[in-house]
């Protein structure tokens, strides 16, 4: 499933971001969305997203790989992010979607939850136009694990 957003930040970057999907996918990654993190440092940026586990069996680990690219989709950083919890079969995994959640985070008590969801990067070089976020690891409660079939 691709996943595209484009969103009009106050203060920050209006970006077009993506979902990445294989062709066996077990976890849908949507909502993906990015700014820029800081006033005071250039190169801070933030990516968060929500997902979904499509597999028929609850998943404890998700790894996510984050690729930042610039205005002609040429990679200029990358990071892995290993989301941790109880992922249940089908159920929406819900990061921040938007920054005016942020400012809720101090009256939200599932924002601590939503922030597991979002992956800081510095990016020193070049300016981030797009990122792309897919899964390439699930491990399961039976101890089973799925990667991606290119």
């Known amino acids: 499933m691709f996943g595209f957003r484009a969103l009009a930040l106050s203060g920050a970057f209006a970006l077009l971001t993506t979902a990445h999907a294989f062709a066996d996918p077990v976890v849908d990654v949507n909502d993906v969305f990015f700014f820029k993190h800081g006033h005071s440092d250039p190169t801070s940026w933030e990516a968060c997203w929500s997902f979904t586990n499509r597999a028929d069996k609850d998943a404890t680990v998700v ?81 089973s694990t799925w990667t991606p079939q290119r």
Request: charged share 25%; glycine share 10%.
């Open 63 to 143: 790894r996510f790989r984050v690729v930042w690219k610039d205005a002609f989709g040429t990679p200029i950083k990358a990071g892995i992010l290993d989301r941790v919890g109880s992922f249940a079969p089908n159920v929406s995994i819900d990061g921040p979607k938007d920054t005016s959640q942020f400012a809720l985070r101090e009256y939200d008590n599932s924002w601590g939850e939503k922030m597991k969801n979002c992956g800081h990067q510095s990016v020193d070089t070049g300016t981030p136009n797009l990122v792309t976020v897919y899964a390439i690891q699930v491990r399961y409660t039976d101890g």
